[in-house]
């Protein structure tokens, strides 16, 4: 099956204009498992605000993959050289008519071309409290490792607007935890994760609320 078809092969991708009901569109891009997709997936499946239109991946071995489908969302994988020499995602994206690029667990820079053609529109979920722990190569389990070195009283996540750096955007949301003696690496991780559960859906679902 081609790239284009698995776009567009789906015949919902339009209904939304048929009904005349003009929902906010979101686009997820996702290199990993995306946990943090599956829930924004869920929470806006039955939403009557906004649905995800689209779930994006440099990624095709990526487990996002396998949950865009199973939710029947149309997916697209795309490679390095699309992606910083084309503007192809961009023409999708616009065909698609997005509102909102979320970016959950993608690991590469945005290029500039995304970036001026969604200002302030794209939005990034960190494992961490920002701006502490960021930065590049300050993904997965290495950010946890680091906090844990650092000696932190506390952690957290951070979701904010995305620019041309890593993880320098405007803070949206912050949410935090307290480190207790003796939490391991694999606790941090999963207490952060509870938290970006928990936040991310609302956080976007909220920003979404201010766009008209
Ligand atoms: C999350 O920890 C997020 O903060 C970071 O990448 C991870 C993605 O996890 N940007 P998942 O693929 O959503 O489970």
Redesign the pocket.
């Known amino acids: 099956m081609s790239e284009k078809y698995h776009i567009f092969g789906y015949k919902s991708i339009f209904k939304y204009k048929r009904f005349d009901i003009v929902k906010k569109r979101i686009a997820i891009f996702?290199?990993?498992?995306?946990?943090?997709?599956?829930k924004i997936m869920e929470h806006f499946k039955y939403s009557s605000l906004a649905e995800v239109a689209l779930v994006l991946s440099n990624n095709p071995e990526a487990y996002?993959l396998q949950r865009a489908d199973n939710f029947e969302i149309p997916s697209h994988v795309f490679d390095r050289k699309t992606f910083y020499e084309s503007d192809e995602i961009v023409d999708i994206l616009k065909r698609l008519e997005i509102d909102l690029v979320v970016?959950?667990?993608?690991l590469w820079l945005v290029p500039e071309r995304l970036l001026k053609a969604f200002p302030n529109k794209i939005i990034?979920?960190?494992?961490a409290l920002l701006p502490k722990f960021g930065g590049k190569g300050m993904?997965?389990d290495r950010v946890h490792q680091a906090v844990l070195a650092a000696g932190e009283e506390e952690h957290g996540?951070t979701i904010h607007f995305v620019n041309e750096k890593f993880d320098e955007g405007e803070v949206i949301h912050q949410a935090k935890f307290k480190i207790e003696n003796g939490d391991t690496l694999e606790i941090l991780k999963f207490k952060?994760?509870q938290l970006?559960h928990q936040y991310f859906p609302k956080v976007i679902e909220n920003l979404l609320k201010k766009y008209n």
């Open positions: 996702a290199s990993g498992s995306g946990s943090n997709a599956q996002v970016l959950a667990g993608f990034n979920i960190h494992p993904y997965g996540i952060g994760q970006e």
